[in-house]
């Protein structure tokens, strides 16, 4: 089966099974995982921060940001088709009376600075309190230009936002600029990083900030669940993840590059260049064609995901080979 519906289907390296089956652990809930403490350490040192707290997922980093950011009635501004806005089931709200101000995106992924001052709310009763600005790197795979992060950082303080970012792939932007992920996370008060997506981890997501941040981010995380006691087998995963697996991010986009080179010339498909910096392809196509390739590629064990447009995802488990076989195969589905 070749799997282009998302880099969240790796399957863990070999060093990561090795790591998992030494992994010394204890009850992170009491802060007494050795393995869990060392990513935790790891993950701060390497983005550049006190401190770090490692969770199930990056929904639950996401939130517990939210949560640890904001109170009742206050607002976060964020992209309309951010992440943290429409793909975590409505979080903020539900478990945190906290409003969501979506705006809209510009086609390199940024929120303009003129929409989000627009969007900030006066100190009136009125209104929510606009409290925090949450930014997504990298966004539908476009790695946010590293000339925006200071004048956005400038512009959170001017107003007194803080900011978070949704780094759920900071390392693809990182690797795609050619930059230490540092100089992007250096910009925020805090980020969360899924180690689960390109970097291979099975499972977990980390979210770091300062110390106090952290510390109230793990009353949060525990409300939520989101203590896992022996969590050092899964967090040895993590460690090798970032130890190892920041660098391979090259290959799958190269994969992306090769993927779009291969299928560009299909009259049929409406593809933008630039949208192709990271480890993902969109195609345009319209919901009905694009819904019969997606039916024919599963004939012939390619799965994708197929909506209003395409989104193939390039990851570990994809070889260049399968690349050249997605291209033939969507060439053929085009042909006839
Ligand atoms: C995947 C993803 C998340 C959430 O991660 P899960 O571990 O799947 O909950 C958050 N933000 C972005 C941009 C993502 O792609």
């Not at 929904?59 to 793909?87: F, M, P, S, W």
């Not at 022996?230 to 993927?259: C, T, Y």
């Amino acid at each position: 089966m070749i799997d282009l519906r998302s880099d969240t289907v790796t399957l863990p390296t070999q060093s990561m099974i090795k790591a998992m089956n030494a992994a010394k652990v204890g009850d992170d809930v009491y802060g007494d995982d050795p393995t869990v403490n060392e990513l935790q350490k790891l993950a701060a040192d390497k983005l550049g921060f006190e401190a770090a707290v490692y969770a199930p997922s990056g929904t639950q980093t996401n939130l517990i940001a939210l949560l640890a950011h904001c109170q009742r009635g206050d607002e976060y501004i964020v992209g309309q088709q951010a992440h943290t806005y429409k793909y975590e089931g409505g979080g903020a709200a539900v478990l945190g009376s906290i409003q969501p101000q979506p705006i809209d995106a510009r086609g390199d992924g940024t929120l303009a600075l003129e929409s989000i001052e627009a969007a900030i709310k006066p100190d009136d009763s009125h209104f929510a309190r606009t409290r925090l600005l949450a930014i997504e790197n990298t966004s539908a795979g476009r790695a946010l230009p590293m000339d925006y992060l200071p004048a956005v950082r400038e512009l959170a303080d001017s107003k007194g936002l803080l900011l978070h970012l949704d780094g759920a792939r900071v390392f693809n932007a990182a690797v795609f600029h050619g930059v230490d992920v540092k100089e992007i996370s250096n910009h925020f008060d805090s980020i969360s990083v899924c180690l689960s997506k390109g970097l291979c981890a099975p499972v977990g997501s980390v979210l770091c900030g300062s110390a106090d941040f952290i510390h109230e981010a793990r009353r949060w995380r525990k409300m939520l669940g989101g203590g896992m006691r022996q969590a050092g087998f899964v967090a040895a995963a993590g460690i090798v993840a970032l130890n190892e697996n920041v660098d391979r991010l090259q290959f799958d986009h190269d994969h992306a590059r090769a993927l779009f080179e291969g299928l560009r010339d299909i009259e049929e498909l409406n593809m933008s260049e630039d949208s192709v910096q990271t480890n993902m392809v969109f195609l345009n196509c319209g919901n009905r064609v694009a819904t019969e390739l997606a039916a024919y590629l599963k004939s012939k064990r390619i799965v994708i995901s197929a909506g209003n447009s395409i989104r193939m995802v390039l990851h570990k488990d994809i070889e260049i080979d399968d690349v050249i076989k997605v291209t033939a195969e969507c060439k053929k589905f085009f042909s006839s």
